[in-house]
Every structure is written in structure tokens, then in C-alpha cells.
């Protein structure tokens, strides 16, 4: 192998010895993808570990992209969009299959994995196939296979992006049919009638709102009282109000004691007593970091009962020279802030100058309807004690809302009292992932809520909620001067 490097005081090794690469990357996710070019762009030699079969990582192969790409199928097999417009019986084909909604998911899984073959080939990013293990802190054994013996592969700086995998509790019985996890998903024979979706996180309420709009009866059970706590109170209430519209039931508060599995179906007990029936049970109750494999120990490093890796605030673990970005180190586990952190940890580990608004980072869900935010909520204000107030802006109020039929979108903004500052930029309905984009970029260039009232938006746009949101804003405004003065 080509390519050398120097690092002092490896353990068993020379103050000055030589490596393979300069960098190895654990995991060819968003996180390693984008850690391996960042250095590569620095000039360095650099080297990516991952499964033949699992290219891109989770987030391509049973993910962000899969789970994204089936989202899109099911609004357009069932035409959920355009009822508004054309009746509530509107729907593009009556009985939608399993065939149906997989058949795009398989060619842009595909042609994404040729894309970041791509791109790694064309960045002089070597892929080496097969799963690894630290031997010492600085080399690691990758096996092709289960049987292999393996190579051993030497590196200056190592970056750890393997990821995550589904949870899996001993007392839940798997069996790929009848109850799945979020993996699972995509092998599903057939769209359920009934379906109960355990554990109400961002992969859960995604996934009931999916198979909802397919017309399956989805009962939610979340140990938790509320669910999505980190986004807006009222948001959320938004997006609970309409699964309820397509026949979702909430068990909230509620643990699972067990489930049962006969030939017609499933019956899932609560610790309450409830019994739930279903043909299948989706359980999506967290997430486990992917570390197990790589006998951390002999690098000096631990994961923590949920497989995830502790890192300061430059992406660097206690071992000084080794790096985890991702899922593995925890939330928000994005795809979006995982490539971030990837060029970050790069840039840090070969002492390149970096900067970086990942402290303002959008939070996108795609639920059907999506929700998205950048900033704080208004439960952090209020907890902070930090005075502001709140446009309104309501897509059924807007021209392009009309047209497009979305009557339940809500975008809100917060904003700060003292310095007419957006604080924060909530968005409930269609495109909010990608609207809220111009709300990010007013916060990070500190632009204030007078910006978005003085800037002229294409019409009829949904873009335009920001200016009627801010109009709001500054009603309210005017209001509180005239009524002081």
C-alpha cells in the first residue's frame, strides 16, 4: 500500500513509525463519505472500510433514502396531496402493493450507490471491502468475510462512522413478518390493515404516517407522555391532530409487556393491561450503535450501553487520534449534521482552519405531513426567560396553499423582543424541510425579523409565509408601543 505518515507515542509502536493511510474511515455513511473526501481535498491518503453490500451505509441502503424515496411513492399512489382539491376519495390507484411503492425505492438505492462510488473513486478514496476490527490503536484487521483471516490495515487518523442498527429488546420475537423493526421494513410482503408501531421517535411517526396514508389502522405506543419532545409543543399537537384525521390512535404513557404472534396476526400487551390487535407490529423503539464488531477496547475506547461513542466538541474521542462522527455518537443522528461532522473531524484531525454553523443546523421529519425547524422552541425560551413573540403564518391563507391543497401547513417564527432577532423558525406541512432553509439563513447572517417583512417573495409562493409570518410579528409589535405609550 501507498502512503505514508508519522504520529508519536502509538502504544507498541516506534515515537515515529509508518502507517498505510493517513486516514481510515470506519463506515462509508453520510459522516464517513464526507469525512474521507474532506481529506483527500487536504491531500491526504485515504482509505474507507465498509460491506460489499452496504455501500452508503444505513442511510442508503435501509434509511434516509429508502424510507424518503417509499414516502414520496405513497403520496403519489394514493394522492393524499390532492384531496383538498378533488374530493377525499381522490387516489391515483386503489389497491397500492408492496411492488408498488418498493419498485423506485430499489433504482435510487441503486443508482445512489453507484453515485457515492463514484465520487469516492473519483477523490482517490480507496474502498476496502469487508467489516473492521482495532487491533491496537492505530491498525485495524478488516475480513472480507466471516471465515476470512483478514488484513491488517495501519492508519494515522482514524474516523469512526459505522452508524447504527434497530434496537432489538431479547423479549420482542422478531420474525421479519409479522413483527419487524425499521430495517424490516422494505422486506414487507404486503401493506397491512392493521398495523401497531411501537416507540413514537422520529423513524416511528414516520413510518405511521406512511402506512396511515395507505389506509392502515396504526395505533402508536410511546412510553413517553409526549412524543417529538425536542420540537415545538404546538407543532407537534399540528401533526397529532391530523394523524388522528387518518385514523392513527395515541397510547401514550403506555410500555409494552409483550407481544404475541399466531398465523392471522399479532396481539401486543401493555403494561397497563390493554391488548392490541394487529397483523403487524412495527417495533421502532430507538437505536443501537454498530461498535459492537470493533473490540473498541484495543483502541483504549468504550461505547456506552447504547453502542455510542463519547466525543468532545471536535468530534474527537479519548483516544486522541481517533475521531467518531454520526449515529454512533448520538442525537441528532441526521444525515445532513453527520456529513458536517465528518468534514469537521477531518479538518481538525490534520489541523486545517475550519468554520462551521452547525450550531444552527436544521431539524427536518419527514411525516406526512413534513416538520422542520431551526432554533429554539418556544418551551426553551420560556424556560431560558427570554422575552420574544410570535408570527403566524397558515398555508391556507396563502395563494400557493389554494393551488397546492395543503390546508393544514403552519409556519411560525420567534422572534426576539429586545432585538427584533429570529430566534427560532418552526414549520408544519408541505416543503417544510426545504422552506426552512430561508429562515436558517436569516438567523445565521443575524438578519432580523424587519429582513423578512422588507423582502419581496415570489408570488404565489409558500415562501411567502415568511413574510406574512413577520408581518405578524410586527403587528404585534406596534400593538404593545401603542398600548405602552
Avoid: W
Avoid at 403519489?76 to 390507484?93: A, H, I, S, W
Amino acid at each position: 500500500m501507498s502512503g505514508t505518515s508519522t504520529s508519536a507515542g502509538a502504544p507498541g509502536r516506534d515515537s515515529v513509525a509508518e502507517y498505510d493511510y493517513d486516514l481510515l474511515v470506519i463506515g462509508s455513511g453520510p459522516g464517513g463519505q464526507k469525512a474521507a473526501i474532506a481529506a483527500t481535498k487536504l491531500g491526504k491518503n485515504v482509505a474507507i472500510v465498509e460491506r460489499r453490500d452496504m455501500i452508503g451505509g444505513v442511510c442508503i441502503n435501509t434509511g434516509t433514502i429508502p424510507s424518503k424515496t417509499l414516502r414520496e411513492a405513497v403520496l403519489y399512489f394514493t394522492g393524499l396531496n390532492m384531496r383538498d382539491l378533488y374530493g377525499q376519495n381522490y387516489r391515483l390507484k386503489e389497491d397500492i402493493t408492496v411492488q408498488d411503492l418498493l419498485a423506485r425505492t430499489q433504482y435510487v438505492i441503486g443508482r445512489e450507490t453507484e453515485v457515492i462510488r463514484s465520487q469516492l473513486a473519483r477523490n482517490r478514496v480507496r474502498l476496502i471491502n469487508g467489516t473492521a476490527q482495532f487491533v491496537d490503536p492505530h491498525t485495524l484487521v478488516v475480513r472480507a468475510h466471516e471465515n476470512d483471516d483478514g488484513r491488517k490495515v495501519s492508519a494515522a487518523k482514524i474516523v469512526i462512522a459505522v452508524g447504527t442498527r434497530p434496537a432489538r429488546p431479547p423479549e420482542i420475537a422478531f420474525d421479519g413478518r409479522r413483527v419487524v423493526d425499521s430495517d424490516g421494513v422494505l422486506d414487507m410482503e404486503e401493506v397491512p390493515r392493521t398495523m401497531v408501531v411501537v416507540g413514537a421517535g422520529v423513524i416511528g411517526i414516520e413510518y405511521a404516517s406512511m402506512f396511515a396514508a395507505l389506509g392502515t389502522r396504526v395505533t402508536v405506543v410511546e412510553v413517553r407522555e409526549r412524543f417529538l419532545e425536542f420540537c415545538d409543543a404546538e407543532i407537534v399537537e399540528a401533526l397529532k391532530f391530523y394523524l388522528r384525521d387518518l385514523s392513527v390512535s395515541f397510547r401514550l404513557g403506555e410500555a409494552v409487556s409483550h407481544v404475541d404472534v399466531a398465523p392471522g396476526g399479532t396481539i401486543t400487551t401493555l403494561v397497563s393491561g390493554k391488548r392490541i390487535p394487529a397483523e403487524t407490529v412495527l417495533y421502532s423503539a430507538g437505536r443501537q450503535g454498530a461498535t459492537e464488531p470493533l473490540n473498541l477496547s484495543a483502541a483504549g475506547l468504550e461505547a456506552d450501553k447504547r453502542g455510542r461513542i463519547k466525543v468532545d466538541k471536535n468530534l474527537r474521542t479519548p483516544v486522541e487520534h481517533v475521531y467518531a462522527v454520526g449515529d454512533v455518537i448520538g442525537f441528532p443522528a441526521l444525515a445532513a449534521t453527520s456529513m458536517e461532522q465528518g468534514r469537521l473531524a477531518s479538518y481538525h484531525a490534520f489541523d486545517e482552519p475550519v468554520n462551521s454553523l452547525l450550531a444552527l443546523q436544521p431539524i427536518g421529519i419527514y411525516t406526512i405531513p413534513e416538520i422542520s425547524y431551526c432554533g429554539q422552541t418556544e418551551d426553551e425560551l420560556t424556560g431560558s426567560a427570554v422575552p420574544y413573540e410570535v408570527g403566524i403564518s397558515r398555508y391556507r391563507e396563502l395563494a400557493r396553499g389554494q393551488i397546492a391543497g395543503d390546508s393544514h401547513g403552519t409556519l411560525k417564527l420567534l422572534v426576539s423582543t429586545e432585538t427584533r432577532k429570529l430566534l427560532g423558525v418552526h414549520i408544519f406541512g408541505m416543503h417544510a424541510t426545504e422552506l426552512i432553509h430561508i429562515g436558517q439563513a436569516v438567523m445565521t447572517c443575524g438578519g432580523t425579523v424587519d429582513h423578512l417583512v422588507d423582502t419581496v417573495f415570489n408570488y404565489p409562493t409558500l415562501s411567502e409565509a415568511y413574510k406574512v409570518a413577520a408581518l405578524d410579528v410586527v403587528n404585534k409589535f406596534r400593538a404593545v408601543d401603542r398600548f405602552g405609550s
